[in-house]
């Protein structure tokens, strides 16, 4: 098997004892049903719930190296977003811990990491039934919305009010993309800073803010100084999502989608409500 | 009279005067074009003469039902807000930097030594630590407030540190910035690793910059830096003489621990009202003084008024800078354009420089 | 008139007057002699308010100077210290104007008449040539003689000097005493501290001697300076005999070896203990 940083990892047997040092991986093994492989958190992880009995080892960027030796795991877990994080993974990789280090920015990134990390743990079966059904999940957003051609534009918040706006080379982009909009910054970054003229500007159709460890407290979006100038203040078109949610490439990536979606799409949604049973029949033959 | 005709002092003092009022005019001037000019650059493009409307139609001056009410709030409230802001921090840093520089007579100091920097960047990192970075009150971020405080705070702690019977002295005031400014800087640090997900906004902060900010911003520091250019303006002469050192100063009449103590707060206060709505922004406290210096001597009620211009224009534009030098509208914090530009300039003008940097 | 009543001051934990009573009184001419710590700066600048003094009082006018403004003070009494520094490129005109600060409203500039005292000054310290020069790139001679015209463009009633004149060459101390000599004729209480003894004996009509913090001698010059008196001071041996010219009091520095020859004898004097130089 080989991981997002060109290593060949290999376990000799199914692994085990498993620590995710990145929040959405857990995610990922749990919906695959592995939760009790985890044998460990980072300090930031509580959901679901039952993770918070797990001892935590420090944080995504600096786990501590000794908690998680005296743990004995057969396979530690990264995320490669962040250059910094690639620090400890050195670390554990000198103390010869198997790690695997993958990097997810798109929704094939996603389901490719489900493969094999279903393949390290010796549950294809599992990974393929998780794989499949995020699938049909995205399917049912891709149907509903094809009846339209409308894809409106959106702008997507990551901190305010040292502003910060998701670019195309994220998730976000993917989400919004899949959700049936288009992302109205154009850069090809993953952030960009930028200003109050600039997002006046771009006028986007809707406005959308993240509400997380990135950006605490976004605060009455209508209120803030020239945001009621903003098409998208105007027709109420701005919402306010979970940073965990759109921002971390997971299995919640899919929720993402579904949600904005139907922000984007109220009136297809509507539709497909009534239609629902039908469609979905339909998606469930198009297999 | 006679002898003094005779030898041309007079004639040489009223020479300089002269060239003292033609300079304040000049840099008046530029300072003015700077505003508008600065105002017509941006991401939206809007034609001069509507600019210029705007700007009238902002002031109350005419009233043009033509005018896309969008272009005039882009014009009014967001360039021009944010270029007068630029403007007052660019003058700020500049006066404060030349008034430690003359008090603690160290051509290294400027509007950071004495750690109010450090102490606006704690407040800062504080309040954005706890997540209240939007919270508001008087009409803008809590973020300024919090600067203010920490920024005065560690001005008390120096001046409190540095007290020795009673007596400031400009070697021990030096230490204890230092001191001080370590010690918030740890406090920083213990911040940022507490929490992964604020470092990059306390860095940016710490950086800074001017996006996001706007007239209640502007009318916030306002006060401060009023009070702190008056203080340093009315001690100017004090100054000029003190740098004879202290006793001298005392023979000739100047009241050394209240001046000091008066410029010192005075400069303090500048440079708070600066750190609290823009954050740390270096080298303009110091390029500005030096040139001024070398250009009109170091008379220092001459250097305040004119490095206060010249910190304002170059202020302007580096802000410019920053709004537009990357592509797709991406900002730049404004500190790294007065570093990039004012490091190499600093280093050409000390190279270069016949008469040294006016400093032993 | 100034005066100083058993006062004791220093720096920190060390004592360097201990008890020191003088009075000066208007138009006086006066050197403060000692040797070297003997407290001549201390003094001077406890006398001109500038550093506290621990116990004792220096009286200005009757009234004890540290209640006068320090500008008020300004006004009576001008000081040139031993060393002056000058951190900024000003121009010697700018630093001879200084002198006018006392006088000065605040917001002010100097006025048309400062100027003309200021320029009056450096003309009869004989510095016109170094106006518009920087003080950064005059020699230490010449820095002496702006700061000295600085004093005297404060234009007070008491100048106060200490070691001014220490880096001028012997023409240009003539010339700095005899226009003290003539600001005192003027009506100028002129208070200098020297280390130069003759020069002393010369302008000065009363010599104070300290050592140790205190005074040892106080008086006319032609009743104190004498070949015991100063023997013992300097702990040297000294002899004093007439100026060719003006008949005052001069001293002349016995070697413990002499490199002339051997005819000037080194003879023992009473006061002090020298051993006998071979060769």
Same mark, same amino acid.
């Given at each position: 098997?080989?991981?997002?940083?060109?290593?060949?990892?290999?376990?000799?047997?199914?692994?085990?004892?498993?620590?995710?040092?990145?929040?959405?991986?857990?995610?990922?093994?749990?919906?695959?049903?592995?939760?009790?492989?985890?044998?460990?958190?980072?300090?930031?992880?509580?959901?679901?719930?039952?993770?918070?009995?797990?001892?935590?080892?420090?944080?995504?960027?600096?786990?501590?190296?000794?908690?998680?030796?005296?743990?004995?795991?057969?396979?530690?877990?990264?995320?490669?977003?962040?250059?910094?994080?690639?620090?400890?993974?050195?670390? !554990? =990789?000198? /103390?010869?811990?198997?790690?695997?280090?993958?990097?997810?920015?798109?929704?094939?990134?996603? *389901?490719? $990491?489900? @493969?094999?990390?279903?393949?390290?743990?010796?549950?294809?079966?599992?990974?393929?039934?998780?794989?499949?059904?995020?699938?049909?999940?995205?399917?049912?957003?891709?149907?509903?919305?094809?009846?339209?051609?409308?894809?409106?534009?959106?702008?997507?918040?990551?901190?305010?009010?040292?502003?910060?706006?998701?670019?195309?080379?994220?998730?976000?982009?993917?989400?919004?993309?899949?959700?049936?909009?288009?992302?109205?910054?154009?850069?090809?970054?993953?952030?960009?800073?930028?200003?109050?003229?600039?997002?006046?500007?771009?006028?986007?159709?809707?406005?959308?803010?993240?509400?997380?460890?990135?950006?605490?407290?976004?605060? !009455? =979006?209508? /209120?803030?100084?020239?945001?009621?100038?903003?098409?998208?203040?105007?027709?109420?078109?701005? *919402?306010? $999502?979970? @940073?965990?949610?759109?921002?971390?490439?997971?299995?919640?990536?899919?929720?993402?989608?579904?949600?904005?979606?139907?922000?984007?799409?109220?009136?297809?949604?509507?539709?497909?409500?009534?239609?629902?049973?039908?469609?979905?029949?339909?998606?469930?033959?198009?297999? | 009279?006679?002898?003094?005709?005779?030898?041309?002092?007079?004639?040489?003092?009223?020479?300089?005067?002269?060239?003292?009022?033609?300079?304040?005019?000049?840099?008046?001037?530029?300072?003015?074009?700077?505003?508008?000019?600065?105002?017509?650059?941006?991401?939206?493009?809007?034609?001069?003469?509507?600019?210029?409307?705007?700007?009238?139609?902002?002031?109350?001056?005419?009233?043009?039902?033509?005018?896309?009410?969008?272009?005039?709030?882009?014009?009014?409230?967001?360039?021009?807000?944010?270029?007068?802001?630029?403007?007052?921090?660019?003058?700020?840093?500049?006066?404060?930097?030349?008034?430690?520089?003359?008090?603690?007579?160290?051509?290294?100091?400027?509007?950071?030594?004495?750690?109010?920097?450090?102490?606006?960047?704690?407040?800062?990192?504080?309040?954005?630590?706890?997540?209240?970075?939007?919270?508001?009150?008087?009409?803008?971020?809590?973020?300024?407030?919090?600067?203010?405080?920490?920024?005065?705070?560690?001005?008390?702690?120096?001046?409190?540190?540095?007290?020795?019977?009673?007596?400031?002295?400009?070697?021990?005031?030096?230490?204890?910035?230092?001191?001080?400014?370590?010690?918030?800087?740890?406090?920083?640090?213990?911040?940022?690793?507490?929490?992964?997900?604020?470092?990059?906004?306390?860095?940016?902060?710490?950086?800074?910059?001017?996006?996001?900010?706007?007239?209640?911003?502007?009318?916030?520091?306002?006060?401060?830096?009023?009070?702190?250019?008056?203080?340093?303006?009315?001690?100017?002469?004090?100054?000029?003489?003190?740098?004879?050192?202290?006793?001298?100063?005392?023979?000739?009449?100047?009241?050394?621990?209240?001046?000091?103590?008066?410029?010192?707060?005075?400069?303090?206060?500048?440079?708070?009202?600066?750190?609290?709505?823009?954050?740390?922004?270096?080298?303009?406290?110091?390029?500005?003084?030096?040139?001024?210096?070398?250009?009109?001597?170091?008379?220092?009620?001459?250097?305040?008024?004119?490095?206060?211009?010249?910190?304002?224009?170059?202020?302007?534009?580096?802000?410019?800078?920053?709004?537009?030098?990357?592509?797709?509208?991406?900002?730049?914090?404004?500190?790294?354009?007065?570093?990039?530009?004012?490091?190499?300039?600093?280093?050409?003008?000390?190279?270069?420089?016949?008469?040294?940097?006016?400093?032993? | 008139?100034?005066?100083?009543?058993?006062?004791?001051?220093?720096?920190?934990?060390?004592?360097?007057?201990?008890?020191?009573?003088?009075?000066?009184?208007?138009?006086?001419?006066?050197?403060?002699?000692?040797?070297?710590?003997?407290?001549?700066?201390?003094?001077?600048?406890?006398?001109?308010?500038?550093?506290?003094?621990?116990?004792?009082?220096?009286?200005?006018?009757?009234?004890?100077?540290?209640?006068?403004?320090?500008?008020?003070?300004?006004?009576?009494?001008?000081?040139?210290?031993?060393?002056?520094?000058?951190?900024?490129?000003?121009?010697?005109?700018?630093?001879?104007?200084?002198?006018?600060?006392?006088?000065?409203?605040?917001?002010?500039?100097?006025?048309?008449?400062?100027?003309?005292?200021?320029?009056?000054?450096?003309?009869?310290?004989?510095?016109?040539?170094?106006?518009?020069?920087?003080?950064?790139?005059?020699?230490?001679?010449?820095?002496?003689?702006?700061?000295?015209?600085?004093?005297?463009?404060?234009?007070?009633?008491?100048?106060?000097?200490?070691?001014?004149?220490?880096?001028?060459?012997?023409?240009?101390?003539?010339?700095?005493?005899?226009?003290?000599?003539?600001?005192?004729?003027?009506?100028?209480?002129?208070?200098?501290?020297?280390?130069?003894?003759?020069?002393?004996?010369?302008?000065?009509?009363?010599?104070?001697?300290?050592?140790?913090?205190?005074?040892?001698?106080?008086?006319?010059?032609?009743?104190?300076?004498?070949?015991?008196?100063?023997?013992?001071?300097?702990?040297?041996?000294?002899?004093?005999?007439?100026?060719?010219?003006?008949?005052?009091?001069?001293?002349?520095?016995?070697?413990?070896?002499?490199?002339?020859?051997?005819?000037?004898?080194?003879?023992?004097?009473?006061?002090?203990?020298?051993?006998?130089?071979?060769?």
């Amino acid at each position: 098997m080989t991981d997002d940083l060109n290593r060949k990892v290999t376990v000799t047997k199914p692994a085990e004892r498993l620590i995710a040092l990145y929040g959405a991986y857990n995610e990922i093994l749990v919906d695959m049903g592995l939760e009790r492989k985890l044998i460990a958190r980072t300090s930031a992880d509580k959901t679901p719930e039952s993770m918070l009995a797990k001892p935590s080892i420090g944080t995504h960027m600096r786990p501590n190296v000794e908690l998680i030796m005296g743990l004995k795991p057969d396979l530690i877990i990264q995320n490669a977003g962040r250059k910094d994080a690639l620090v400890p993974v050195r670390q !554990l =990789i000198s /103390q010869g811990l198997p790690v695997a280090v993958f990097n997810t920015n798109s929704f094939a990134d996603l *389901f490719s $990491v489900i @493969e094999r990390l279903a393949i390290l743990t010796g549950s294809e079966e599992r990974g393929a039934r998780l794989i499949c059904n995020l699938k049909q999940k995205l399917d049912l957003v891709a149907n509903t919305i094809s009846a339209t051609k409308k894809r409106p534009s959106v702008l997507f918040e990551v901190r305010y009010p040292d502003i910060l706006l998701a670019g195309q080379d994220s998730i976000v982009n993917e989400v919004i993309k899949l959700a049936g909009g288009r992302n109205s910054l154009t850069s090809k970054k993953k952030f960009l800073r930028s200003n109050i003229e600039e997002i006046l500007r771009l006028n986007p159709d809707f406005y959308i803010v993240q509400r997380g460890p990135m950006n605490r407290d976004p605060g !009455l =979006i209508e /209120q803030r100084p020239h945001y009621y100038q903003l098409d998208a203040i105007k027709n109420q078109r701005f *919402f306010i $999502v979970e @940073e965990q949610v759109f921002s971390r490439p997971g299995p919640r990536s899919v929720t993402a989608v579904e949600d904005l979606s139907r922000k984007l799409h109220p009136e297809q949604w509507k539709l497909q409500k009534r239609l629902g049973k039908e469609i979905l029949d339909s998606s469930h033959t198009g297999k | 009279m006679e002898n003094i005709s005779g030898t041309g002092l007079e004639h040489n003092y009223q020479h300089e005067k002269r060239r003292f009022a033609a300079s304040t005019i000049i840099l008046m001037a530029a300072a003015v074009t700077s505003v508008i000019l600065a105002c017509s650059i941006g991401r939206i493009e809007i034609p001069f003469s509507v600019m210029l409307k705007s700007l009238a139609s902002g002031f109350g001056l005419i009233h043009d039902e033509t005018l896309d009410p969008i272009h005039r709030a882009i014009i009014f409230d967001i360039r021009l807000s944010r270029v007068c802001l630029s403007a007052m921090v660019g003058l700020a840093l500049a006066v404060s930097g030349a008034a430690f520089q003359g008090i603690l007579r160290n051509p290294l100091a400027d509007p950071f030594t004495i750690g109010v920097s450090a102490g606006g960047a704690f407040g800062a990192a504080l309040i954005i630590f706890l997540g209240l970075g939007s919270k508001t009150s008087l009409g803008l971020g809590i973020i300024p407030l919090a600067a203010l405080v920490g920024a005065l705070s560690a001005l008390a702690a120096v001046i409190t540190l540095a007290r020795v019977d009673g007596i400031l002295r400009r070697d021990t005031m030096v230490l204890a910035g230092i001191v001080v400014a370590t010690f918030l800087g740890a406090l920083v640090s213990l911040l940022k690793s507490l929490d992964e997900e604020s470092v990059a906004s306390i860095v940016f902060w710490v950086m800074g910059s001017f996006q996001g900010r706007g007239w209640s911003h502007a009318i916030f520091a306002f006060p401060y830096l009023i009070l702190g250019f008056i203080l340093v303006v009315t001690y100017s002469r004090e100054i000029d003489l003190m740098s004879l050192g202290d006793f001298p100063a005392r023979h000739l009449g100047v009241d050394t621990n209240r001046a000091r103590a008066m410029v010192l707060i005075g400069a303090s206060l500048l440079t708070a009202a600066a750190v609290s709505v823009s954050g740390v922004i270096g080298f303009v406290g110091l390029v500005a003084p030096h040139l001024v210096r070398m250009t009109i001597g170091p008379n220092h009620s001459r250097l305040f008024i004119l490095s206060g211009l010249l910190g304002m224009i170059v202020m302007i534009w580096s802000d410019v800078a920053a709004r537009i030098i990357l592509p797709e509208g991406e900002e730049l914090p404004v500190g790294v354009i007065t570093a990039l530009i004012g490091g190499p300039f600093f280093c050409v003008l000390l190279k270069g420089a016949k008469t040294g940097t006016g400093f032993d | 008139m100034i005066e100083i009543i058993n006062i004791f001051a220093g720096y920190q934990d060390q004592e360097v007057l201990k008890g020191i009573s003088l009075k000066i009184i208007h138009n006086e001419m006066i050197g403060i002699l000692g040797p070297n710590g003997s407290g001549k700066t201390t003094l001077i600048m406890a006398l001109t308010g500038v550093v506290p003094i621990k116990s004792g009082q220096i009286l200005l006018d009757g009234k004890p100077i540290r209640t006068y403004p320090t500008r008020q003070v300004a006004k009576r009494v001008a000081c040139v210290p031993q060393k002056s520094e000058f951190s900024f490129d000003f121009s010697n005109l700018s630093i001879v104007l200084m002198g006018r600060y006392p006088y000065l409203d605040s917001w002010a500039d100097y006025t048309r008449q400062d100027r003309e005292l200021a320029e009056d000054a450096m003309r009869q310290t004989g510095i016109m040539k170094l106006a518009q020069k920087s003080v950064k790139q005059v020699s230490g001679g010449e820095a002496q003689l702006v700061t000295i015209a600085r004093a005297i463009a404060q234009t007070t009633e008491i100048l106060v000097l200490d070691e001014a004149t220490s880096n001028l060459d012997a023409a240009k101390k003539i010339q700095v005493f005899d226009l003290l000599t003539k600001k005192n004729s003027e009506g100028a209480t002129v208070i200098c501290v020297l280390h130069d003894l003759n020069l002393a004996a010369l302008y000065c009509r009363r010599l104070i001697f300290l050592k140790n913090g205190k005074v040892v001698i106080d008086g006319q010059t032609e009743d104190v300076f004498k070949d015991c008196i100063l023997s013992e001071i300097y702990e040297t041996d000294i002899r004093v005999s007439k100026h060719p010219v003006t008949g005052t009091p001069q001293a002349h520095f016995v070697p413990h070896c002499n490199a002339v020859g051997s005819g000037g004898g080194l003879r023992r004097t009473g006061f002090c203990k020298v051993d006998k130089c071979d060769g």
